[in-house]
């Protein structure tokens, strides 16, 4: 079963930052979204940051982060990047990249985590003094 590979993440100041990246091994072609997503201990996974893959076109789960949580692209290396910036404690939690290959073309980051179904591994980010 394929799986993205994630790396980055760890420890963290408050107010520092962070990127995470994410290597697709396989077709990039069959996504349609490629999306972050977290989950904080005893919390619902929560969206981030997403991209329609047609055009690299962002989708913020939340309009409040919009500006701290940014996913990009390297096309040539089949890597996603999800820059974190201004990093707060309430954002320690386990962070993961993910791709949505059914067939809502255009709107499946709108979706939410539901509908994706291949995920990284998950990676840590402690954020703390």
């Known amino acids: 079963q394929v799986q993205f590979v994630q790396s980055g993440g760890g420890w963290v100041q408050p107010g520092g930052s962070l990127r995470l990246s994410c290597v697709i091994p396989?077709?990039?072609?069959?996504?349609?979204?490629l999306g972050w997503f977290r989950r904080v201990p005893g919390k619902e996974r929560e969206g981030l940051s997403c991209l329609r893959t047609s055009d690299d076109k962002p989708y913020y789960y939340s309009e409040s982060e919009k500006g701290r949580f940014i996913a990009s692209r390297d096309h040539a290396k089949n890597i996603l990047y999800l820059q974190m910036d201004n990093l707060k404690p309430e954002d320690t939690a386990v962070y993961y990249c993910?791709?949505?290959?059914?067939?809502?073309?255009?709107?499946?980051?709108?979706?939410?985590?539901?509908?994706?179904?291949?995920w990284g591994q998950g990676t840590q980010v402690t954020v703390s003094s």
């Open positions: 993910s791709g949505y290959a059914g067939s809502y073309y255009d709107t499946g980051c709108e979706l939410g985590p539901e509908v994706f179904g291949t």
């Open positions: 396989d077709d990039i072609k069959v996504y349609h979204a």
